[in-house]
C-alpha cells in the first residue's frame, strides 16, 4: 500500500475574484509573493531561500516582477496572469521538494548551479541558485507547451541517470 499522500497544490489566485480589478488583484498577488518571500523565507535544504530584489522593475521587487510577467525583453514585460494566478505554487514546491510528484534537479547555467523543481501534473517550474549559505529564488513560471514539458523531463532523466551510474 502506498502512504505517500497525493500533492495538493494550493488554490488558484484569480482576477475574477476581485471583479477584475488589476490594481486589487495586483496587490493581492504582490501580498502573497511578500508574505512568501519577504516577511517569512522558505527553507531549501535546510538554506534559506532568498529573492533578489534589485535592480528593481517599474518600481517593484526584481523576483516578483520576473515570476509574473513574461516577455523576451526583461525592461519591456507584460503582466502574465498564468503566472500570477500561480503565486502561491513557488514556495509550494520548495517546502515540499522532497514529495515524488515533484521533480528537483541541477544544472549550470553560466557560472550558475542552479536547482530545478517541476511538478508535470501542474506544469509548473521553479528555480532556484545556488550561493555558499542560502539560496536565490531565480525565477518560476508555468509551463504551458507540451515541447518545452518533454525538454524539462529529458534534462531530469539524463541528471539522474548520471547520478545512478
Known amino acids: 500500500m502506498n502512504s505517500i499522500a497525493q500533492l495538493i497544490f494550493p488554490d ?3 482576477l475574477e475574484d476581485y471583479n477584475n480589478n488589476f490594481s ?3 496587490k493581492a ?5 511578500e ?3 519577504i516577511k517569512s523565507q522558505p527553507k531549501y535544504n535546510q538554506l534559506t531561500v532568498s529573492a533578489p530584489k534589485y535592480p528593481l522593475a517599474d518600481g517593484i521587487h526584481r523576483t516578483f516582477y520576473h515570476i509574473t510577467h513574461e516577455g523576451a525583453d526583461e525592461k519591456n514585460r507584460n503582466p502574465d496572469l498564468r503566472r500570477m494566478e500561480r503565486i502561491r505554487y513557488p514556495k509550494f514546491l520548495i517546502v515540499n521538494e522532497s514529495h ?3 521533480l528537483v534537479w541541477k544544472n549550470i547555467r553560466g557560472k550558475d ?3 530545478l523543481l517541476f511538478n508535470e501534473k501542474e506544469g509548473y517550474l521553479t528555480v532556484l541558485t545556488e550561493r555558499n549559505e542560502y539560496y536565490l529564488f531565480w525565477t518560476a513560471y508555468y509551463v504551458e507547451k507540451e515541447h518545452s514539458v518533454r525538454k524539462l523531463k529529458k534534462e531530469y ?3 539522474i541517470k548520471t547520478k545512478t551510474a
Open 29 to 33: 498577488v504582490y501580498a502573497v509573493f
Open 157 to 159: 532523466e539524463a541528471y
Open 100 to 102: 515524488p510528484e515533484i
Open 113 to 115: 548551479t542552479r536547482v
Open 12 to 14: 488558484l489566485l484569480y
Open 24 to 26: 486589487n488583484y495586483f
Open 35 to 37: 508574505n512568501d518571500f
